[in-house]
């Protein structure tokens, strides 16, 4: 019974999550099939064909392939258990992960975005996703090196979230595929609330847990005692 009573939603949702960032990518990978030689047909490459040996497929091919060990990567690198058990693992994968991203994933990215099937909307909202990505790494990697840890681990966090970025638009497309439904707001909205909104939802818990904090610190206890001296000398 202690063990059913310990399966809370905050102990399953970091599970439930992993699974389908795996079950995602999983789908990804499988559709290689159509990228490798290129299916003009195919629904990402319909229409693309005018342009792809044009340098869009250097961009194309990159992100195939980083895209996936990013995800993978950051799902065992943001893992807490892993980075105290294993520290110099956790720093050999960090590395790597740093390079993938910076040199490969937001590269690729920012140039795929020029060429967004939904108009300039979606390209700058691409684009601003791709910049923002790098930069939450490069905050990422700078704090490391200075060993501010605890930020350092708040800006790898961000970085996590804006990759997932890539599965949240998947799970918006596969919905939208199966209902029909044609216009193409809802996928202009998706380049933007795809990063935008789970990165608003994880500042806000950040915030919350940060002052859950120091509600529970000994200065804001002292604090709340200074003040209700205050008023009793008032009163």
């Known amino acids: 019974m202690k063990k059913l009573d310990s399966i809370t939603l905050p102990n399953l949702l970091p599970f439930v999550t992993a699974l389908l960032i795996l079950r995602v990518t999983f789908a990804v990978v499988l559709n290689y099939r159509d990228y490798l030689p290129p299916n003009f047909e195919s629904d990402f490459l319909q229409d693309r064909e005018q342009y792809f040996w044009k340098g869009y497929h250097w961009a ?3 992100h195939l392939a980083s895209g996936p060990m990013s995800l993978i990567l950051g799902m065992i690198l943001i893992s807490d258990r892993f980075r105290l058990k294993f520290p110099k693992w956790h720093r050999g994968l960090g590395r790597i992960q740093a390079v993938n991203v910076l040199f490969l994933v ?3 990215g920012l140039l795929m975005a020029y060429r967004a099937m939904t108009g300039p909307i979606a390209a700058v909202g691409f684009a601003l996703l791709a910049i923002t990505t790098a930069a939450c790494m490069a905050m990422g990697w700078r704090t490391a090196v200075q060993r501010r840890f605890a930020e350092h681990r708040r800006w790898m966090q961000r970085c996590f979230v804006l990759l997932c970025s890539a599965v ?5 497309g596969g919905l939208l595929t199966v209902i029909d439904y044609g216009p193409a707001w809802p996928y202009q909205a998706a380049a933007w609330g795809s ?3 789970p ?3 994880y500042e806000f818990s950040q915030r919350s847990v940060r002052r859950a904090g120091w509600l529970a610190s000994p200065r804001a206890a002292e604090a709340r005692q200074m003040h209700s001296s205050a008023g009793r ?3």
């Open 195 to 197: 990063w935008l909104v």
């Open 199 to 201: 990165l608003a939802v």
């Open 106 to 108: 937001a590269p690729s």
């Open 60 to 62: 194309f091919y990159t």
């Open 168 to 172: 949240v638009v998947r799970v918006i």
């Open 233 to 235: 000398a008032l009163t």
